[in-house]
T-cell receptor
């Protein structure tokens, strides 16, 4: 079974600084997708970024970028120029490259942004 | 984009009663929907996978007779918590798969059983 591990229950960053959230996963599949979701206090799940395992290039979405290390099964999220609105719970997630497959979530990292 | 509407957002029910939560894909058809449960400051725990026109697939440890899932149309899945007890109090979230936008989540339902 696939597992996703986020070893940082809590992280904090100063506004305008950069922070990296860690995620590792375990799978025997070669094709899969990885995601970072944000859950603010409203508890609405928001997709931050996604990465296809077959792509070597790291995904980037504005201030958000990932460091995808397939051999190491590592998928970290870097948030640049942190803003107060980035404060949220962040979940790393995995899914197999099969139609209709489920998402497997990590435990989450609570990010605090200090003004 | 894809929108999933979940209703109600909050519900309080008495112990022993049943409560129904609806999950609708507003502008797309979803053959597969997922139901999650989330405790405070914890991750989303998959309860079941709902497939249109067929029985739901429940995760190990989830009581199928207690958490009834119906996916009778391509835009609606419902979760009914039967004979609710205080330990069923939690945050429930649904998700649907959109072909272009991927997984889209409802805004969640906070259930309180008193």
């Amino acid at each position: 079974a696939q597992t996703v591990t986020q070893s940082q229950p809590e992280m904090s960053v100063q506004e305008a600084e950069t922070v990296t959230l860690s995620c590792t996963y375990d799978t025997s599949e070669s094709d899969y997708y990885l995601f970072w979701y944000k859950q603010p206090p409203s508890r609405q799940m928001i997709l931050v970024i996604r990465q296809e395992a077959y792509k070597q290039q790291n995904a980037t979405e504005n201030r958000f970028s990932v460091n995808f290390q397939k051999a190491a099964k590592s998928f970290s999220l870097k948030i640049s120029d942190s803003q107060l609105g980035d404060a949220a719970m962040y979940f790393c997630a995995y899914r197999r490259d099969t139609s209709g497959s489920r998402l497997t979530f990590g435990e989450g990292t609570q990010l605090t942004v200090n003004p | 984009g894809a929108v999933v509407s979940q209703h109600p957002s909050r519900v309080i029910c008495k112990s022993g009663t049943s409560v129904k939560i609806e999950c609708r894909s507003l502008d797309f058809q979803a053959t597969t929907m997922f139901w999650y449960r989330q405790f405070p400051k914890q991750s989303l725990m998959l309860m079941a996978t709902s497939n249109e026109g067929s029985k739901a697939t429940y995760e190990q440890g989830v009581e199928k007779d207690k958490f009834l899932i119906n996916h009778a149309s391509l835009t609606l899945s419902t979760l009914t918590v039967t004979s609710a007890h205080p330990e069923d109090s939690s945050f429930y979230i649904c998700s649907a798969i959109h072909l272009a936008y991927g997984y889209t989540f409802g805004s969640g339902t906070r259930l309180t059983v008193v």
